[in-house]
T-cell receptor, first 115, second 114 residues
Framework: EAGVAQSPRYKIIEKRQSVAFWCNPI?????LYWYQQILGQGPKLLIQ????????DSQLPKDRFSAERLKGVDSTLKIQPAKLEDSAVYLC?????????????FGEGSWLTVV | AQKVTQAQTEISVVEKEDVTLDCVYE???????LFWYKQPPSGELVFLIR??????QNEISGRYSWNFQKSTSSFNFTITASQVVDSAVYFC???????????FGKGTRLHILP
């Protein structure tokens, strides 16, 4: 079974530029998550989708971050304009259903460096 | 509020030694779930184990074992006869019944020296 796919793996941009990350979850997984992991810290949830609807985006900096999952399968996370503090790994994850205790499976992440 | 504390920031041991990674959690729920994930240098978070709050049995999987103690709100992870391939960052995480999000600790970076 294929895992969570993410691209690009690495991206370097200048501050104030924009960037987009793509994620394809495990087939059949209704719930998709985007996490931000800053160096030396644990992952922090940015947004959670159940099918194509947003369940939780309370920690998403909406002035610069946006995410969509239009057809309930793959998803895109965009940052515009980027700031230096956005340098992090952006992890996409998925689970069968958004129920407590469900195991969440992660992709390899997209490493962003903002200079 | 839910919280996960991994007090050990970094640990180094020599190959074949046993090593225990500590995890202490806080939650108001009586039903909750605990997880351990491994993050090798490639960056992917690899699921290791899930434990629900009603199952306090310790679990062993090969060289890995987990000790869950509700009395001390701890869910410790032991690697027996460590190997260089065990070198990674290990995260403990918590999910409350009322909330399906997983909250992660800050992780423990484990170095296994040859």
């Amino acid at each position: 079974e294929a895992g969570v796919a993410q691209s690009p793996r690495y991206k370097i941009i200048e501050k104030r530029q924009s960037v987009a990350f793509w994620c394809n979850p495990i087939s059949g997984h209704a719930t998709l998550y985007w996490y931000q992991q800053i160096l030396g810290q644990g992952p922090k949830l940015l947004i959670q989708f159940q099918n194509n609807g947003v369940v939780d985006d309370s920690q998403l900096p909406k002035d610069r971050f946006s995410a969509e999952r239009l057809k309930g399968v793959d998803s895109t996370l965009k940052i515009q304009p980027a700031k230096l503090e956005d340098s992090a790994v952006y992890l996409c994850a998925s689970s069968l259903e958004g129920e407590a205790g469900n195991t969440i499976y992660f992709g390899e992440g997209s490493w962003l460096t903002v200079v | 509020a839910q919280k996960v504390t991994q007090a050990q920031t970094e640990i180094s041991v020599v190959e074949k030694e046993d090593v225990t990674l500590d995890c202490v959690y806080e939650t108001r729920d009586t039903t909750y779930y605990l997880f351990w994930y491994k993050q090798p240098p490639s960056g992917e978070l690899v699921f290791l184990i899930r434990r629900n709050s009603f199952d306090e049995q310790n679990e062993i999987s090969g060289r890995y074992s987990w000790n869950f103690q509700k009395s001390t709100s701890s869910f410790n992870f032991t690697i027996t006869a460590s190997q260089v391939v065990d070198s990674a960052v290990y995260f403990c995480a918590l999910s409350e019944f009322r909330d399906d999000k997983i909250i992660f600790g800050k992780g423990t970076r484990l170095h296994i020296l040859p």
